[in-house]
């Protein structure tokens, strides 16, 4: 009985081999998850604190591949090709360098979480691959992804209040230039233009967060950024690049609004099937998932906990006041950060709203993976008309999606002309899946040529008689004009009103 009961070997959760604050001053952070612009701006954060800190390539298939031979063939995607993508890069590193100096040299920060999704399981498959490289000693930093202050589990990292702050910082401007993009590239006159100046803006917010001063350690430096006005300033200069970038918005386009699990959303290349891009070599205008909608649900979601507990907590009003003041006032540095834009950039979508939308289709309660969003957002985008279709991107076999999905069905039986095109992202099917959009497309493209014509008919509009209007005032051509909203999809349709207005 005994000897039974030493055989038995409980669960550990992993931990890091411990870092120094002298260790620090020369280890190189590796970084990714994100796309590149957002990446560039919080190398600019990390850069700003003196750490040394590098982004991981882009992912690639090449990842992929190496990702199923080192875990779980049962993995979903993102875990795949993150994990793939991880090792790709440390195995290039060890043939050059000695696997010995990439133990001791490098360490690899992500984000961690817990619940029914895999992603609060990421590290193990990256501790698996490791092991499977030769690196069990291997440096790997998680950060939870819903606290500011992370001082204690750096360990010599020390991750405060300026680091967290720079981080959200970077991810509002890099979210609200994704915008800029999306919303120029498909009309712009001069091909590539577009990708240039994102590269320029991109690079002079970079010099930006890394010349950030660091006004106090704790509350201090909260107060400074959400008062400063150092990156409004800034972006200030960045709109000057995009006035310079000429658009012809009277090309009939299809929106298509992205959705889906947040990895998969927010990924632009071989992960998703570069999808996004492909959307508009289609003849599509799409709306990007920006980072910071993620952010304000993990603040409301904490709001919402409360409401539902208020019996059991201790001043449950004075937390609750809070929570929503702090809401507020995230809210409305996204809206400082838009307005020098010109508030082209498109809005947050309000937390209630979601999920009063979801409410009779998915529980808000249920957690995972973008829990209710899924179907509040497609929902918002529908009543709202700001998109004509629907695009929600999906691991395979991930199940708080395939929740979502499941919720989806009953929401099209009651709205059976919303166009929603849930696509499984497996890797390694990409000509299925882009089939399958495209069928979607296809008459999501028809729906915004036939809403373009009804308008130009009922209000006797003729392009030729648009454009006359459109050459007498110039500006309208710039990226950085915004098209009102008149209850229309498409921005064709809306900017042939706003010029009927003139």
Request: hydrophobic fraction near 40%; glycine fraction near 6%; include cysteine.
């Amino acid at each position: 009985m005994v000897e039974t009961m030493e055989a038995i070997r409980h669960y550990t959760a992993y931990r890091t081999r411990p870092l120094t604050d002298e260790q620090r001053r020369t280890i190189t952070i590796l970084f990714g998850g994100l796309t590149w612009k957002h990446e560039r701006l919080i190398q600019g954060v990390l850069h700003n604190l003196n750490y040394n800190a590098e982004p991981l390539p882009n992912i690639t298939r090449e990842d992929l591949d190496a990702g199923k031979e080192l875990i779980d063939v049962g993995a979903c995607c993102p875990t795949i090709f993150t994990t793939g993508n991880l090792v790709t890069y440390l195995k290039k590193k060890a043939q050059v360098e000695g696997r010995d100096y990439v133990a001791n040299n490098y360490a690899f920060v992500t984000a961690g979480a817990c619940g029914p999704c895999r992603f609060g399981q990421y590290h193990e498959s990256y501790t698996m691959a490791l092991n499977g490289l030769g690196l069990q000693d291997f440096r790997l930093f998680l950060l939870s992804q819903n606290k500011l202050d992370q001082g204690d589990n750096g360990g010599g990292l020390n991750f405060s209040l300026p680091f967290s702050m720079g981080v959200v910082w970077a991810i509002l401007c890099a979210d609200i230039l994704t915008d800029m993009e999306y919303l120029t590239r498909p009309y712009e006159v001069i091909p590539g233009q577009t990708d240039q100046v994102m590269q320029e803006s991109i690079e002079y917010l970079y010099e930006v967060f890394r010349n950030r001063p660091i006004r106090g350690k704790k509350w201090g430096n909260l107060a400074w950024h959400l008062t400063t006005s150092y990156f409004t300033e800034a972006l200030k200069e960045v709109k000057k690049k995009w006035d310079a970038v000429e658009v012809d918005r009277l090309q009939v386009k299809a929106k298509v609004k992205i959705t889906g699990e947040f990895w998969l959303q927010t990924h632009e290349g071989d992960g998703n099937y570069n999808i996004k891009r492909w959307l508009e070599h289609e003849g599509a205008e799409v709306i990007p998932p920006p980072v910071a909608v993620w952010l304000d649900y993990l603040l409301h979601s904490k709001l919402f906990d409360l409401e539902n507990r208020k019996e059991f907590e201790k001043r449950p009003g004075v937390k609750m006041a809070l929570i929503k003041a702090l809401a507020r006032l995230y809210r409305r540095t996204y809206d400082g950060l838009r307005k020098a834009l010109n508030f082209v950039p498109y809005a947050l979508p309000d937390q209630f709203e979601l999920r009063q939308l979801a409410d009779p289709y998915y529980h808000y309660r249920l957690r995972g993976g973008e829990g209710h969003m899924l179907v509040g957002k497609a929902l918002y985008a529908y009543r709202h008309k700001r998109a004509h279709m629907i695009c929600e991107l999906s691991p395979y076999s991930c199940m708080p999606n395939t929740m979502s999905i499941g919720a989806m069905a009953k929401v099209l039986g009651q709205y059976p002309d919303l166009l929603y095109a849930p696509i499984e992202v497996k890797g390694d099917a990409e000509v299925h899946a882009l089939s399958r959009c495209q069928m979607i497309l296809t008459e999501a493209k028809q729906r915004a040529q036939m809403e373009f014509d009804e308008v130009l008919d009922r209000n006797k509009l003729t392009v030729e008689k648009l454009r006359d209007l459109e050459a007498k005032q110039p500006a309208l051509r710039r990226a950085t004009f915004r098209v009102p909203h008149y209850g229309y999809a498409g921005t064709a349709v809306n900017y042939a009103l706003y010029l009927a207005t003139r």
